[in-house]
């Protein structure tokens, strides 16, 4: 058997979370990920949609992460197999319609075992979406740098991202997708499935033909694109500009959209480069992140608590176990508040519960998702696997959230952001006055 990955259970499950497949490279800033909820960005699809959100299949998991409590169950009988045998041959022998292929029933067989566990994080995913999910959790992956979106008339619509391997070759934004290496896509393409096919190692070549209208008149244009490393940053900072001026010095903003393997050194990149403009007291913003790697929220968290335990586990059988402060933390002693909303969801709540648990910061905002569980990942022998859910977390003071979530200690409705018509994502640099949780975020540690 594959040795399983650990992850905290992913911000796709949570409801009133839009999820999308509208990016092949995602590189939003905080602004309209916040208003068009795309928490963790793009690529996030839900699991009732078949992907996302554990941590990569890698060798062994880390000797602070929890194993499967092994427990002895019975094995299916031949009895149990010579039933769905029969069952399926009455099915081909009567049916009236095509029959699925084997791999399309086998997929289907191993769904409905999985319902049968009445539990709405344990899924299957087949091996296309596993392989997206590693992409999205890994903060990187070998694509052309674009955009790409569903058009009324159901046509997949193009946008290079600016400096883009796309963009360098001549996609310009509109145009329609309508080959991929010479092979037309169907009359009503896949979204899935045309990202699938744009995406692949860097450096090797892909040729796309698209229709563009120009003066008038639609043409088709074959490019001609090298597949480059594409990074999807999880995190953005900046010094909050209301704060520039204030006496004790100015606070920095860390808004977190999800937990790859990226997030750890990204954080403490920022308190670096925020520390050295002279920030002495931080926010940071969980709002719509609806989790992601588990190891992400310990090293997270490590950044801000000087020791102690940052969460618990409880497995069916045994004591809890606890992840631990891995130490080294950049901000272990300077002012902190925490920003949650609905939308702040699993590794999220790890984190936000540990810090005021410890008495490092307040919560502001709303109230959070409560999605108190952790996912085992085992990678299958096609590419595809099955995400199980094997322990409950709590808070370090033994707090369980799971369907509850985190009550905030200053609740503040967030009042609908005003529409931006210059076609260009600045809300992140200028949330302030905009932001009713942000201001009252800061208020608290500058006054």
């Given at each position: 058997?594959?040795?399983?990955?650990?992850?905290?259970?992913?911000?796709?499950?949570?409801?009133?979370?839009?999820?999308?497949?509208?990016?092949?490279?995602?590189?939003?800033?905080?602004?309209?990920?916040?208003?068009?909820?795309?928490?963790?960005?793009?690529?996030?699809?839900?699991?009732?949609?078949?992907?996302?959100?554990?941590?990569?299949?890698?060798?062994?998991?880390?000797?602070?992460?929890?194993?499967?409590?092994?427990?002895?169950?019975?094995?299916?009988?031949?009895?149990d197999?010579?039933?769905?045998?029969?069952?399926?041959?009455?099915?081909?022998?009567?049916f009236?319609?095509?029959?699925?292929?084997?791999?399309?029933?086998?997929?289907?067989?191993?769904?409905?075992?999985?319902?049968?566990?009445?539990?709405?994080?344990?899924?299957?995913?087949?091996?296309?979406?596993?392989?997206?999910?590693?992409?999205?959790?890994?903060?990187?992956?070998?694509?052309?740098?674009?955009?790409?979106?569903?058009?009324?008339?159901?046509?997949?619509?193009?946008?290079?991202?600016?400096?883009?391997p796309?963009?360098?070759?001549?996609?310009?934004?509109?145009d329609?997708?309508?080959?991929?290496?010479?092979?037309?896509?169907?009359?009503?393409?896949?979204?899935?499935?045309?990202?699938?096919?744009?995406?692949?190692?860097a450096?090797?070549?892909?040729?796309?033909?698209?229709?563009?209208?120009?003066?008038?008149?639609?043409?088709?244009?074959?490019?001609?694109?090298?597949?480059?490393?594409?990074?999807?940053?999880?995190?953005?900072?900046?010094?909050?500009?209301?704060?520039?001026?204030?006496?004790?010095?100015?606070?920095?903003?860390?808004?977190?959209?999800?937990?790859?393997?990226?997030?750890?050194?990204?954080?403490?990149?920022?308190?670096?480069?925020?520390?050295?403009?002279?920030?002495?007291?931080?926010?940071?913003?969980?709002?719509?992140?609806?989790g992601?790697?588990?190891?992400?929220?310990?090293?997270?968290?490590?950044?801000?608590?000087?020791?102690?335990?940052v969460?618990?586990?409880?497995?069916?059988?045994?004591?809890?176990?606890?992840?631990?402060?891995?130490?080294?933390?950049?901000?272990?002693?300077?002012?902190?508040?925490?920003?949650?909303?609905?939308?702040?969801?699993?590794?999220?709540?790890?984190?936000?519960?540990?810090?005021?648990?410890?008495g490092?910061?307040?919560?502001?905002?709303?109230?959070?998702?409560?999605?108190?569980?952790?996912?085992l990942?085992?990678?299958?022998?096609d590419?595809?696997?099955?995400?199980?859910?094997?322990?409950?977390?709590?808070?370090?003071?033994?707090?369980?959230?799971?369907?509850?979530?985190?009550?905030?200690?200053?609740t503040?409705?967030?009042?609908?952001?005003?529409a931006?018509?210059?076609?260009?994502?600045?809300?992140?640099?200028?949330?302030?006055?905009?932001?009713?949780?942000?201001?009252?975020?800061?208020?608290?540690?500058?006054?």
């Open positions: 058997m594959r040795r399983a990955q650990m992850m905290a259970a992913g911000f796709a499950n949570a409801p009133g979370i839009t999820i999308t497949h509208r990016m092949e490279q995602q590189h939003t800033r905080l602004g309209k990920i916040a208003r068009a909820a795309m928490i963790a960005s793009a690529l996030v699809l839900a699991f009732a949609g078949g992907w996302f959100l554990r941590e990569r299949t890698a060798p062994q998991p880390r000797q602070d992460q929890p194993r499967p409590v092994a427990i002895n169950t019975p094995s299916p009988s031949a009895a197999y010579k039933i769905l045998q029969e069952a399926w041959a009455k099915v081909q022998e009567s009236v319609g095509q029959v699925p292929s084997d791999t399309a029933r086998n997929y289907g067989a191993i769904r409905g075992m999985m319902t049968t566990l009445n539990d709405r994080y344990s899924v299957f995913v087949e091996p296309q979406s596993r392989s997206r999910e590693r992409e999205q959790l890994s903060g990187k992956f070998g694509g052309i740098g674009a955009t790409l979106r569903a058009s009324e008339h159901g046509q997949i619509v193009l946008a290079p991202t600016r400096g883009g796309a963009e360098r070759a001549g996609l310009q934004d509109g329609v997708l309508v080959a991929v290496d010479d092979v037309p896509l169907p009359e009503k393409p896949d979204m899935d499935a045309a990202i699938a096919r744009i995406r692949g190692d450096g090797t070549k892909i040729k796309l033909t698209v229709l563009r209208v120009k003066d008038g008149k639609a043409q088709t244009v074959d490019l001609s694109i090298t597949r480059e490393l594409i990074n999807t940053p999880s995190t953005d900072w900046r010094v909050i500009t209301q704060t520039a001026g204030l006496p004790n010095g100015p606070a920095g903003l860390i808004a977190i959209h999800q937990f790859t393997e990226r997030t750890g050194g990204e954080v403490k990149q920022a308190i670096g480069e925020l520390k050295a403009q002279g920030a002495k007291a931080f926010v940071l913003d969980l709002r719509d992140n609806g992601g790697l588990l190891s992400a929220a310990v090293d997270v968290a490590s950044q801000f608590i000087e020791s102690g335990v969460v618990q586990e409880k497995h069916r059988a045994g004591d809890p176990s606890t992840l631990s402060v891995t130490g080294g933390g950049l901000a272990t002693q300077d002012k902190l508040v925490v920003l949650i909303n609905g939308g702040t969801a699993s590794a999220s709540e790890i984190v936000a519960g540990a810090l005021r648990d410890h490092r910061a307040k919560l502001i905002g709303e109230k959070s998702f409560g999605k108190g569980s952790v996912q990942v085992y990678d299958l022998s590419g595809s696997s099955v995400h199980v859910t094997a322990a409950k977390w709590l808070t370090p003071n033994g707090i369980s959230l799971d369907g509850n979530g985190l009550t905030p200690d200053v503040v409705p967030r009042a609908a952001a005003p931006h018509d210059d076609g260009d994502d600045d809300a992140f640099q200028n949330d302030e006055g905009l932001d009713s949780q942000l201001d009252i975020a800061v208020d608290s540690i500058t006054n």
